[in-house]
């Protein structure tokens, strides 16, 4: 079945960075854009980026650009979202979603989340 | 303080029919198409709803959504109790360049 698993729980010291993982399974990978999407505890949903595997176009929300990559593996069909700089309101879980097939804007299938824990 | 508006919370009787709403703005429902989803606590988004008004594969036919002008809406009607969940729209902004969501409703079946 179509999935994507994501790494796991992570805790990080201010200032360091992370790196999370997302492996599709089900589909093409290639055909399907992968957004991040992340989540503070007790929160709503905030977009961070958008990359497209097969062109490798990516765009980033405003809020972050300049503190996050969003890369990928062809060859393990595997993306990957790092966040530098991390302060504790980065505490969250980290979600990476994939477009809907008719509108890139709708996220059909998400992974099950990451939750990346920033304290000293 | 999210881009877009919804109400806080909401709560009804199973049965009932329950409407959420969504207020943005022209750079963003106004111009572009809202999507919406479904969130169980402790679980991952689940689309309900994209291109304003079409379900999704596999949800219910009790979920329908609209829109007009810059502010959108999601209804559920016969509402059961597994309809207990938090309610998100997002769309694109043109202003911000990038995906928003609203700050979500939490919805409870009473």
Partial sequence: QVQLVQSGAEVKKPGASVKVSCKASGYTFNNYDINWVRQAPGQGLEWMGRMNPKSDDIGYAQKFQGRVSITRNISISTAYMELSSLRSEDTAVYYCARSHDSSYDAFDVWGHGTMVTVSS | ?110
């Fill in chain 2, 1 to 110: 303080q999210s881009v877009l508006t919804q109400p806080p919370s909401l709560s009804a009787a199973p049965r009932q029919r329950v409407t959420i709403s969504c207020s943005g703005s022209s750079s963003n429902i106004g111009t572009n198409d809202v999507n919406w989803y479904q969130q169980v606590p402790g679980k991952a988004p689940k689309l309900l709803v994209y291109y304003d008004d079409l379900v999704a594969s596999g949800v219910s036919d009790r979920f329908s959504a609209s829109k007009s002008g810059t502010s959108a809406s999601l209804a559920i009607s016969g509402l059961q109790s597994e309809d207990e969940a938090d309610y998100y729209c997002a769309t694109w902004d043109d202003s911000l360049k990038g995906m928003v969501f609203g700050g979500g409703t939490k919805l409870t079946v009473l």
